[in-house]
């Protein structure tokens, strides 16, 4: 008995052992009795920039990005760990030439195949050429032999189109799909790791999809159902999802990290669409976020380990810089140029142009696109572009004579900026590379349509209003001009409107007056997503010049013969009408010689800075044509007008005190010849005037001094070196720097 006891005693110890130590064993999977470890190399929003290219990085002009440094960096990764998983998050085509053959040779997805990415998804601007494009992409991927990446989105509402019945797109794009094999998730296999990926195409990406037939379902919803079927049927180590929707600073409106937040299980979000470049991932819970910006710039790198409890760590993350320092990969590079090609010949040659054709020689120092996307201002990148679309249609041979009032580009379809040096055909095409029309041409047309002068206000009213909210709807127009006070209330923010001649007249607009308008049919198309960042308080009818309400805008397009003018072949145009075609030095604008007059008078030696002026301005292919004149003369002209260049010799005068000076250009000034408006300059202006603390004064005239220069609203000549010599005899002789009266009142014999 004792015996028993003692045995029952033990077996009670050990049952008791075994109970303790189970809750700490249920929840650890199997796979986590070793330690497991994966890297992952990822992109997103490549835009079709197979090659490397040339723009502005934090102010200086870079060579970067290019799929064959991209080759060599994951050459490299994978030299270390074989099994790194590649992935993309979409929007892998439309934003070079290279898109123009994007439904016959899928470019751009078989190159991601040649790189060597596992999987990737379906953008927004993958159905930019609409279904049949999208569908013909696909089947030419496939069709092509060639290794290409598994693709997968889980959210399109099949079950909802077949209901209402599949149009012949949605057709088209089923068939598509099943030919490729896209799917709602894949797993994939890296060494001893077991990863499901999961695609998802968000709400905003569906918003910027004007041309897309697909239905889709909740992102956050669907992914959580495939989640779900992923833990049911599959036995996996971890959950990336490669999704299309996106960070914004607001936290509650950033889509991926709803998503992160309502599906914990995921443990790796690649986020594209809003082309964020994250220097460290964001967290939520157990899911990291991760983007790399836009273009190719950079390659996303990764590693993660699983932790006891099933989940993963990030250990290492680094965004790799793709730059010149990175040496391309030949053979990726002989098979882009092979690619590139087909270019020249299948579309180009329409247009009568070569992708390395020379429009322009630039020596101007455009704004980047950063600088488009936070700074609420006027941007000569964006001006150029409102220009060149007037220019085009009014220069058009098919011209009807009807004159447009306004063009506008809004910044969200501005895709590159232009460097110093050499502006080709491609430089031009990246700058707008978007879309097809309706005449199944690569690029966007132009459309014609009318707004009242009540609307184009609203428009300005978009502008200052919404953009801050939706940066891709700031707005840069040629012939509208508008001021606004950031600091007023939503929808109330803009307090001047008005039209302009190329002479710079300032016309008043009608509210009630049809105004011809031009833009880019995305633009057109995009019209109903801004309006709803207004809540519905703004709203913009496109009408035809009777001012009938246009039903399908495509209708609209401006049309050479049965061609449609492309919105990148108005931008080439005008830049190439920037060309000395005559050879004689002389650059030429609609058709004629850029000559400048240049007025001025013999003294102070004014002569000698206009002749300096006139050859810096011949290096740059503009005539200037000196008129030199007596002074009163000179004076009468300025004050008319009748100019385009002028020299005033101006002083701060004997005291010292620019305040006369700076008149030159505050707004209500009758010495503003120049008509410089800058509403910042003229409260500053008002500020000076009644201010006579004299270091409040200096700082207020530091801040005019710097709008001149940064608006380069006047060029300052330094006049030639100057000597006054007395004697210890006299007195009151100190001379201002600026000052050349040299008898003045003040001076005095010494006493």
């Known amino acids: ?50 090659n490397s290219f040339s723009t502005i990085v ?15 960096l994951i050459d490299e990764k994978k030299q270390e760990d074989p099994d790194t998983l590649v992935l993309d998050g979409g929007d892998f085509s439309m934003g070079t030439l290279i898109q123009t053959v994007y439904d016959t040779e899928a470019a751009e997805l078989r190159m991601l195949g040649y790189l060597g990415y596992d999987v990737t998804t379906l953008g927004n601007h993958e159905y930019d050429y609409r279904s049949k494009g999208l569908a013909n992409m696909l089947e030419a991927a496939k069709d092509s032999g060639e290794t290409v990446p598994a693709l997968v989105v889980c959210n399109v509402d099949w079950d909802s189109m077949e209901q209402d019945g599949l149009s012949d797109g949605q057709k088209q794009i089923r068939s598509a799909f099943e030919a490729y094999g896209v799917k709602d998730y894949v797993v ?18 569906l918003e910027c999809a004007p041309t897309c037939e697909l239905k889709f379902k909740d992102p956050v919803e669907a992914v959580k159902q495939t989640v779900e079927e992923i833990r049911k049927n599959e036995k996996v180590d971890m959950i990336a999802c490669v999704s299309h929707g996106g960070t914004w600073e607001d936290e509650n409106k950033s889509e991926d990290e709803i998503l992160a937040k309502e599906v914990p299980d995921i443990d ?57 320092d990175v040496k391309p990969d030949q053979a990726t590079q002989e098979q882009i140029d092979a690619l590139m090609d087909t270019v020249d010949k299948n579309y180009l040659a329409d247009f009568g142009y070569t992708r390395e054709e020379v429009l322009a020689e630039n020596d101007v120092e455009f704004n980047s696109l950063e600088e488009m996307g936070t700074k609420h201002e006027e941007l000569n990148l964006g001006d150029i572009m409102s220009d060149a679309y007037i220019y085009a249609v009014e220069n058009s041979e098919y011209y009807d004579g009807d004159p447009v009032d306004v063009a506008v580009v809004p910044s969200g379809t501005v895709r590159d900026t232009y460097t110093k040096g050499d502006i080709t055909v ?10 097809i029309g309706k005449d199944g041409v690569a690029g966007y047309p132009l459309i014609s349509a009318y707004l009242t002068g009540k609307e184009l206000k609203l428009a300005a009213e978009v502008d200052a209003s919404v953009s801050d909210f939706m940066t891709t709807a700031r707005l840069y127009c040629s012939g509208l001009n508008f001021a606004y006070n950031p600091h007023r209330m939503i929808l109330n923010k803009v307090t001047d ?37 207004s809540y519905g308080l703004l709203s913009l009818e496109p009408k035809d010049r009777d001012g009938n309400p246009i039903e399908n805008l495509e209708d609209q397009a401006i049309m050479e013969g049965d061609r449609e003018l492309k919105a990148w072949d108005a931008i080439a145009r005008y830049m190439q009408s920037f060309k000395d075609t005559d050879g004689d030095g002389i650059r030429e604008m609609n058709g004629k010689n850029i000559s400048l007059r240049y007025i001025t008078y013999e003294n102070r030696r004014l002569s000698d800075f206009a002749q300096a002026i006139q050859t810096q301005l011949k290096d740059l292919g503009i005539d200037v044509k000196i008129d030199s004149m007596n002074a009163d003369k000179e004076w009468n002209l300025m004050v008319a007008g009748e ?25 209500k000034s009758d010495a503003n010849f120049c008509n410089y408006k800058n509403d910042k300059f003229d409260k500053l202006y008002e500020q000076l005037e009644t201010e006579f603390d ?58």
């Open 268 to 324: 790796l979000i690649i986020s594209g669409h809003t082309h964020t470049e994250l220097k460290e991932a964001i967290q939520h819970g157990n899911t990291y976020i991760v983007s790399c910006g836009e273009y190719g710039r950079n390659l996303g790198s990764l590693s993660m380990t699983q932790k006891q409890d099933g989940r993963w760590e990030l250990t290492s993350y680094e965004l790799i810089p793709v730059s010149e």
């Open 497 to 533: 409107c008005y039209l302009t001649r190329t002479d710079g007249e300032r016309i008043e607009i009608q509210d009630d007056k049809l105004y011809h308008v031009v833009t880019d049919l995305y633009t057109g198309q995009m019209l109903g997503s801004v309006m709803k960042m």
């Open 694 to 751: 004299e270091a409040k004064r200096a700082k207020i005239i530091e801040q005019l001094q710097q709008i001149l220069i940064d608006d380069a609203a006047v060029v300052v000549h330094g006049y030639y070196n100057s000597s006054i010599i007395s004697d210890k005899t006299v007195t009151g002789a100190d001379i201002h720097t600026a000052d050349y009266y040299w008898l003045t009142t003040e001076i005095a014999p010494a006493k």
């Open 643 to 667: 100019y385009d260049l002028c020299d005033s010799n101006w002083i701060t005068v004997g005291n010292g005190d620019p305040t006369e000076y700076l008149a030159n250009w505050y707004g």
């Open 58 to 72: 934090d102010g200086e002009q870079k060579e970067v990005g290019g799929f064959a440094r991209i080759k060599t």
């Open 188 to 205: 994939v296999q890296k060494g001893d790791v077991k990863a499901a990926v999961v695609g998802v195409f968000g709400k905003d990406a």
């Open 426 to 435: 491609e430089d031009v095409f990246n700058s707008f590379s978007l879309g």
């Open 1 to 50: 008995m004792k015996t028993r006891k003692k045995i029952s005693a033990r077996l009670l110890a050990i049952m008791l052992a075994v109970t303790l130590l189970l809750p700490l064993t249920w929840n650890v999977p199997v796979e986590a009795a070793e330690t497991k470890q994966i890297d992952v190399l990822f992109s997103h929003d490549t835009h079709s920039h197979l």
